[in-house]
């Protein structure tokens, strides 16, 4: 098996960027499985920011570049002058975002040199993502830079096939070119199932995220007013870093719903923090407005926890499969009816808890994974020397 150089340009590898930059990661540890060798440039990170990455992706080469700007405005002339320059001395270029400087001209860079790309949108061919803050400025933008990458790339990879089939309503045919690829679970795939309490005690609920709005963790909140109302003991931990401004506004919620005091915001958890919490917790909960995967769902699954999850979290399809947790519609009586149901019910946590892990080790094995992003870095690697010995023949 010859060895494949893979080149990822990611947006942001910040932990507060959330799923991302953990399914990043994660990718580029089961590529490596699989005989690939991968390097991760980025905008400029903070030191426990980068810390984090090499400690979740050991092996992997990465490069941090100065940048302008914040959020999805972030700029990076060095990183995307790079790529330009470099992007021929990979194999594959594997691009992760849409919507956003450095995805978008870092992929541009890619189709005006001829070299390979893969794009990743992670979520951002969605109806919701451009019907959600600054519209006009999204369509525009997608028009003018990310509808011809997206033409021309080698390879769309989407996380679920639910991100795919949302994805048609952009109008750009993908076909052949899209593969359907979600993120592994690796340390949290294998331990053993989560015994819960035979005895009653006070029922606590989770939700590691990062603290945005999209998380709908003000629809919580109020659902778990009605949680209270019926278990004046029951507690809820959030778990996860957001702006200041808007993490205060959430504790602020909180106080003036009455429940603040059963309410823990406990901040950022790495892994070990996070095995904590999940050996802790009765069961996990994300009620997000949209959710391109779930790996913190996930991660919670993995860990033996059942879960409940809206309808936009594109994890339900296999959470109801298998029969591990609720899926809910967004509203406040679904949320807190499910959270209820589980609380009052040890035996279905129980079996909820005992089949996740084993669900989670046969369908997002690390093994099986890199084995599909193998195929799709090959496919597109083969398909372009096919292309140029047939052009220079």
């Not at 060895?3 to 340009?9: F, M, Q, S, Y």
């Not at 990743?120 to 400025?137: I, K």
């Not at 996740?356 to 099986?368: N, Q, T």
């Amino acid at each position: 098996m010859r060895r494949l150089r893979i080149l990822h340009v990611a947006p942001s590898i910040a932990r507060a960027y959330g799923g991302p930059t953990h399914s990043l990661a994660a990718y580029v540890r089961a590529a490596q499985l699989h005989v690939c060798e991968c390097t991760i440039v980025a905008p400029d990170a903070s030191a426990d920011d980068v810390a984090s990455l090499e400690q979740s992706a050991p092996d992997a080469a990465v490069r941090l570049f100065p940048s302008q700007g914040a959020g999805a405005f972030v700029w990076s002339p060095a990183l995307v002058r790079f790529v330009r320059l470099h992007a021929g001395d990979y194999d594959v270029v594997h691009v992760h975002g849409l919507l956003n400087p450095v995805s978008s001209l870092a992929a541009r860079a890619c189709r005006l040199v001829g070299a390979p790309v893969v794009i990743r949108p992670f979520g951002t061919m969605s109806r919701y993502t451009f019907q959600h803050r600054r519209r006009a400025l999204k369509r525009a933008y997608h028009a003018a830079i990310d509808a011809p990458n997206l033409r021309a790339a080698a390879a769309v990879h989407f996380t679920t096939a639910t991100e795919r089939d949302e994805a048609s309503w952009l109008g750009i045919a993908v076909d052949e070119r899209a593969y359907v690829i979600p993120p592994p679970a690796f340390e949290l795939s294998t331990p053993p199932a989560r015994a819960v309490p035979a005895e009653p005690r006070a029922f606590t609920a989770l939700i590691v995220s990062r603290l945005d709005p999209v998380k709908n963790i003000e629809l919580l909140l109020d659902a778990w007013t009605v949680v209270r109302a019926k278990l004046d003991s029951a507690r809820l931990v959030i778990a996860g870093e957001g702006p200041d401004r808007y993490r205060r506004s959430l504790v602020e919620r909180a106080g003036r719903l009455g429940v603040g005091a059963a309410v823990d915001f406990v901040g950022y958890a790495g892994p070990a923090g996070k095995q904590a919490l999940y050996a802790d917790a009765d069961v996990f909960v994300l009620p997000s407005k949209h959710e391109n995967f779930g790996i913190a769902a996930l991660e919670a699954l993995a860990a033996g926890l059942p879960v409940v999850v809206s309808r936009h979290v594109q994890l339900a399809d296999v959470i109801e499969a298998h029969g591990l947790g609720v899926v809910v519609p967004a509203t406040r009586q679904a949320l807190a009816d499910a959270l209820l149901s589980l609380a009052s019910n040890v035996g279905w946590r129980r079996a909820c808890g005992a089949r996740a892990p084993r669900v989670v080790a046969e369908a997002f094995s690390p093994v099986a994974v890199g084995g599909a992003l193998r195929a799709m870095y090959e496919s597109v690697s083969t398909d372009l020397h096919e292309h140029l010995a047939t052009a220079f023949a």
